[in-house]
């Protein structure tokens, strides 16, 4: 059972689309992060928020718009994606440098 | 050069084996090492952490080596269940940042 909860666990969409991803966590942790992962290869860091504030943004395209509702919540908002956005998209959190907990993740696939 | 090099594999075990994985780092400022197990179409999980004293977790025992950069994990008894991808990865405080190996993948057979 994972700590972290990611909803929903797969997303199809055509490229007009807007729909959100959601992650939550009651562990207390505080830096909450957001992730891509494609077939065979490792997560990429999308966003990093630290005390509910955007800290790092590694250039992600504006098609995808993260929002930290509360210390518990991390949304991330799509809108007029590409199919190459098709990937694994990961939540995790963590406290300090303890190591990241991850969600079981959304699958996305965009038509 | 990618900051963190791993061998992707894939080694190919019969179970019962002893594996050995290892990884360098480059960025001399990492703070602290992990390897995290991730199964097809699943997401990763922390294995263990992996401390400059060495530290073992039943049948997985972890080693940093700080001087030259380099970390490695040993499997002993190799079980079909740790078939997997692992995943070696580094976090530095300046950046608040984890970096991620490619990751090893593992196949144990009967």
């Known amino acids: 059972d994972t700590e972290v909860t990611q909803t929903p666990k797969h997303l199809v969409m055509g490229m007009t689309n807007k729909k959100s991803l959601k992650c939550e966590q009651h562990?207390?942790?505080?830096?909450m992060y957001w992730y891509k992962q494609k077939a065979k290869k490792p997560p990429e860091l999308m966003f990093v928020?630290?005390?509910?504030?955007?800290?790092i943004n590694e250039s992600v395209p504006s098609r995808f718009s993260p929002e930290c509702p509360n210390s518990s919540l991390l949304n991330l908002h799509l809108h007029a994606l590409q199919p190459e956005d098709s990937a694994l998209y990961l939540c995790?959190?963590?406290?300090?440098?303890?190591?990241?907990?991850f969600g079981d993740g959304t699958r996305l696939s965009i038509l | 050069r990618k900051e963190v090099e791993q061998d992707p594999g894939p080694f190919n075990v019969p179970e019962g084996a002893t594996v050995a994985f290892n990884c360098t780092y480059s960025?001399?400022?990492?703070?602290?090492f992990f390897w995290y197990r991730q199964d097809c179409r699943k997401e990763p999980k922390l294995l263990m952490s992996?401390?400059?004293s060495g530290n073992e977790d039943g049948r997985f025992t972890a080693q940093l080596n700080r001087a030259s950069q380099y970390i490695s994990l040993l499997i002993r008894d190799s079980k079909l269940s740790d078939s997997a991808t692992y995943l070696c990865?580094?976090?530095?405080?300046?950046?608040?940042?984890?970096?991620f190996g490619q990751g090893t993948t593992l196949q144990v057979k009967p």
């Open positions: 990865v580094t976090y530095s405080g300046n950046t608040g940042k984890l970096i």
């Open positions: 992996v401390y400059s």
């Open positions: 960025n001399s400022a990492s703070q602290s």
């Open positions: 995790a959190s963590s406290q300090g440098d303890q190591p990241q907990h």
């Open positions: 562990m207390g942790h505080r830096a």
């Open positions: 928020y630290s005390y509910e504030k955007l800290s």
